[in-house]
Structures are given as C-alpha cells and as structure tokens.
C-alpha cells in the first residue's frame, strides 16, 4: 500500500522551522522522516527544502544537523558552509552555475556571504569569477520606493505585489521586499525594496521596454495608482526618466492631481549597500540542542 502523501501545512511548517528553529526540525524529523527531502513551492515555483532555508539564512547548525541525517547538498548549502573544494570542482566543470539562484532567487555569492568567517575564501573565489574587486566594482544596491497611501487602500496596493512581476526576472534583480505600517489614522506607508547586484542592472531594467510597457499598460486607467504608478513593480523613474520623481505624485503625476487618489505620493531612493552585518554561526554547544 502507497505510503500518504505529506500534507502541504506539515511541509510549510518543517521548511519554515529550518530557518530558525533546530529544536522544532529535529522534533518533526522524528516524527516524520520524509519530511527531510520535502521541498515548499512557495509560489512561482520557488522551491525550498529544509536545507535551502538553513543555508541561505547562515543556519550552520541546522544544515549540518539535516546533512548528518541524510539531507542531499547542493551547491547553495556547499557556500554556506564554506566547502571551497565542492565549489571549485563544480564550477570548474559547470562554470555558468555560478549564476544559479537558490530558494527565492538568492545567489551563490550571497550564500556563501552569509556563511560568515568559515565561508570567506569561498566568498573571495566567487568574487574573483564575478571580477568583483576589493573597490566594489560592482557594489549592490537597493532601491527603495515609499508610497504613502490614504487609510484603508493599503491592501489594494499590496495586492499588486503578491505575485512575481517582470522585474524578478530582470538581470541583476537580486530580491523585493515589502514593507507595510499605519502612520496615523490618515495614511499608511508602503516601502518596496528591490536589492541589485550593482546600479547598472536598475537602471538597464528602468530602461527597457518591459518597464516602459507596464507602464504605458496601466497609465490613466482607474486605480493605476495602485501599484506604484500603476507599473506593477515598485519602482519607476517617473515621466521622462527622472532618476528619483522626488517632487512629483505617484507614476509621475503632479502632486495637486495624485492628492484625489488613494496615493498621497511617493519618492524613489538609491542606497549603496556599504556593509552587510552576518549573523554569528550558533556556539557548538547550542548546535547539539
């Protein structure tokens, strides 16, 4: 008799637990053996087993615990942990895996980032494949866009950002973030955060057609404004390429004409992202917890 599939909410609950909670992995493993080759398609096709989410948020103790059980590695966990000779004899054979991107598109370069200390050779060896010198020749980064909105019309505005847009897709587009908060009984605040591996890729994806065609495809019509301009992504140059649209209302609109609608107004900044604090790798003696 076939064995009964593992529920999606069992699934959802092993893969999350990987990212913080070694307690929790070791407990539902117990329990459950498959769960340790299960993987949570997130959405999008953006699949995670427990190993993913312990190496990309730097959790040594919980990958190598999930390896010792029997856990495949992949080349993600390998730069977290800082495996240098898995990583040199795979991308000296397989050379375009080094632009491979692990569970919600994070690089190999950022795995092994978060490696900390123990994965700092495996960092300088991707870099010098990267031709990232010690300059920053190509210094991530983020590009943050805050829309202040009326109250009550915040979900219409984050409902646009649910699922992937062209932008994810774009070169150089590292990751988006979200972020939401009630400012006063008047208005609330979205802040959208794309991350990318250097300006250039912004500013090649704020000037390619796909841009200006979400654009034009929602301009003037009823709630464009929704999502940021109407352009579906977050981010935008306004009208006329204007780097930030500071002075302006959402998608570019004056800011007399973008007060009737539910987007007060929005300002686009670029931030270089100048120093990433890594967590510390957990104490040994924790890891046996």
Known sequence: ?????????????????????????????????????????????????????????????????????????????????????????????YPESIHARGPHGITLLQHAMIGGEQAKEVVSYLKSLLNIDEKGTKTMIVVENRIEVRAGFAEAVLERFKTPKTVHTFPGFVRMDVLHAVVSEETEEIRVCTTWEKEEDFQAWANSDSFRHAHTRRE??????????????????????????????????????????????????????????LPESAPVESAAN
């Open 220 to 277: 003037g019509a009823q709630g464009s404004a929704h999502g940021q301009g109407g352009q579906g992504h977050g981010h935008g140059q306004g009208h006329g390429g204007q780097a930030h649209g500071q002075g302006q209302g959402h998608g570019g609109q004056p800011a007399a004409e973008a007060a009737a609608g539910p987007i007060v107004g929005n300002k686009v900044t670029i931030y270089q992202v100048v120093v990433s604090h």
């Open 1 to 93: 008799m076939a064995k009964a599939a593992l529920s999606t909410e069992l699934v959802r609950e092993f893969v999350g637990a990987a990212h913080a909670d070694l307690n929790k992995v070791q407990t539902l493993l117990e329990q459950e053996p498959a769960l340790l080759h299960a993987s949570m398609n997130w959405g999008g096709d953006d699949w995670e087993t427990a190993l993913g989410a312990a190496s990309h948020v730097g959790r040594r103790d919980i990958a190598e615990w999930l390896l010792s059980k029997g856990a495949r590695i992949d080349l993600f966990a390998a730069a977290m942990l800082g495996d240098l000779e898995v990583i040199q004899s795979t991308l000296t054979k």
